[in-house]
């Protein structure tokens, strides 16, 4: 049993799973297809969800913000004894795979899977025609604060299967359901503070501490400003009162400002010069709508997320050193920044939960290998904002050394193939940082190395020429491409410009084509690239 993931990979909860009371373990009944696929939703119900918070309380824990949140958490918890003490339900609305049909029309499959154990929702309804399902919709609005569970609209789907079959989808959704959703529920508060939060990748939003009032049945406290574009645009101020409502029913925003109430008093909010959690300068950069902390190796609030950049296949690559593991790594004190990964003990590791000598054994190990490295990889670890593989290959190719990049000023690292002033800033900006400048210092303490970076020899077959790869090549890997490219003394970027030579487009192409197109670059099909491969010189301009 999974999650949905991304679509393509989901978390095994299976043993949790197990434990929800309206998810059968043996079917009941007969007549059900050898494997067969159910889909649906884990829900708290609401006289569940405020007893759990009573209990919660009254263990003087924390309480849960709303039941959407509490019930994906207790799904994903480790422990199932966790998950089996939370009071989840599973309501059944399709299925996946099947080894055979189980019905000709969704309401048919839906009363199979009541029949076999599962408890489908009494609200199921087969409606004819658009005036019906309004009805529908209608009806449901109306009883939605007497339901024994949160939802935030309807759904309606062709009831036929043969017809969903023959409808498809879309890239993102099917063609023959739609979900109707319904207004947003809104009420009136005070925002008592606006605080800057400081996000695992360094983005900083303001966000509204508000007098606490109830929206669709959960009491909100904070609201998301977003930047300080937001805040001007609806002159939110300390001391205000404004109209607060919970966008899809899960994230509370702010509407708009009842200005007439405005007290006299009411402060404007800026955006902070020192990131309040760790004190590292705060940057905008020209184009983008928010701001950051450029102290991403050491401010503890994006302390999870730089280690797991760090740690990295493209990086350092430091084999099995997943999130549920940093997550533990962190919360016990083990690791505050990546330099701390090159200090861990085996003691340390065995004493966490799913961590056995062998397991703890084989991470040293690749902590260890991790020590080899390339200036590139090095430099793309850090995690810099706006420095993604290709520029971190193109900084290494033209510096080759890193002491030289950190001294660089903004002017001199414009002079490097596409980094921009942008770019440049972002660099300079997080190399001034002390904090950023410690840790890469005792990264190099602990042994990290790397051989200087060959510059690419002026005589190579594809010097001096620029490539771009977008869709999926059959005969290799995106990685194989880049690497057969470089050797022949090209350099490959991840955007297409004026300056590129080549774009090389494989199936199921991205954006990167459309772009090609329009400023007249030439593309290559995958027999026209395995060509330029052989023969290289063909191929200049």
């Known amino acids: 049993m999974g999650t949905r993931g991304d679509g393509y990979r989901g978390e095994d909860v299976t043993p949790n799973v197990r434990t929800i009371r309206t998810v059968p373990l043996r079917l009941q009944g007969e007549g059900w297809p050898r494997v067969l696929e159910v889909r649906g939703e884990v829900v708290i119900p609401k006289d569940d969800f405020r007893r759990l918070n009573d209990e919660r309380l009254a263990r ?22 966790v998950t089996a003490v939370r009071p989840l339900a599973f309501f059944p609305w399709g299925f996946g795979e099947l080894s055979e049909p189980i019905a000709q029309s969704h309401a048919q499959a839906l009363e199979r899977l009541r029949g076999w154990g599962f408890r489908v929702t009494e609200h199921l309804e087969v409606a004819d025609g658009i005036e019906r399902c309004l009805e529908y919709y209608r009806r449901i609005l109306a009883l939605r604060d007497g339901l024994p569970f949160e939802m935030d609209g309807v759904v309606y789907k062709v009831d036929d299967l043969a017809a969903c079959e023959r409808l498809g989808y879309t890239a993102r959704a099917p063609r023959w359901a739609v979900a109707h959703k319904f207004p947003a529920e809104e009420a009136t508060t005070v925002v008592e503070d606006i605080i800057a939060s400081v996000g695992r990748t360094g983005i900083i939003t303001p966000v509204a501490v508000l007098r606490p009032v109830r929206v669709s049945g959960v009491t909100v406290t904070r609201a998301s400003l977003h930047n300080q574009d937001e805040v001007d645009r609806k002159d939110v101020r300390i001391g205000d009162t404004v109209i607060v409502r919970r966008a899809g029913e899960v994230i509370p925003e702010i509407v708009a400002v009842v ?21 590292s300068q705060v940057v ?23 280690i797991l950049h760090f740690a990295s296949r493209r990086a350092m690559d430091i084999d099995g050193l997943g999130e549920k593991l940093v997550d ?23 004493a966490l939960e799913r961590m056995g000598e062998k397991s703890a054994a084989n991470l040293l190990a690749a902590i260890e290998r991790s020590k080899s490295t390339t200036l590139a990889r090095f430099l793309y670890a850090l995690g810099i904002p706006q420095v993604g593989e290709a520029t971190a290959q193109a900084l290494a190719e033209h510096f080759g050394d890193l002491d030289a990049i950190m001294k660089a000023t903004p002017e001199q690292l414009e002079e490097v193939p596409d980094v921009g002033p942008v770019v440049a800033r ?34 190579a077959p594809l010097a001096g020429m620029t490539f771009v790869l977008t869709g ?19 350099k490959v970027t991840d955007s297409v410009s004026r300056r590129t030579s080549y774009v090389v487009v494989g199936e199921a192409p991205g954006s990167k084509l459309d772009k090609a197109r329009a400023l007249g670059v030439p593309t290559l099909d995958e027999r026209a690239f395995l060509e330029l491969l052989e023969r290289p010189e063909r191929f200049r301009r």
């Open 60 to 81: 003087g824990e924390p309480p849960f913000a709303n039941p959407r949140n509490a019930a994906a958490g207790s799904l994903r918890q480790l422990d199932p004894k």
């Open 259 to 279: 200005k007439e109430k405005r007290p006299r008093g009411a402060r404007r909010w800026r955006m902070p010069e020192r990131c309040p959690v760790c004190g």
């Open 284 to 306: 905008r950069l020209p184009g983008e709508a928010h701001h950051r902390c450029m102290g991403g190796l050491y401010c503890p609030a994006q302390r999870k997320g730089a």
């Open 328 to 350: 533990q790594l962190v919360e016990k004190g083990l690791v505050k920044d990546p330099a701390d990964l090159y200090r861990l003990r085996k003691e340390d590791l065995v």
């Open 426 to 459: 972002a660099i300079h900006s997080f190399f001034r940082e002390r904090h950023n400048r410690d840790v890469i210092r005792r990264l190099l303490k602990a042994g990290v190395h790397w051989p200087r970076p060959r510059r690419r020899a002026a005589g």
């Open 472 to 490: 999926a090549l059959e005969s290799m890997t995106r990685e194989e491409a880049r690497r057969r490219l470089k050797a022949l003394g090209a």
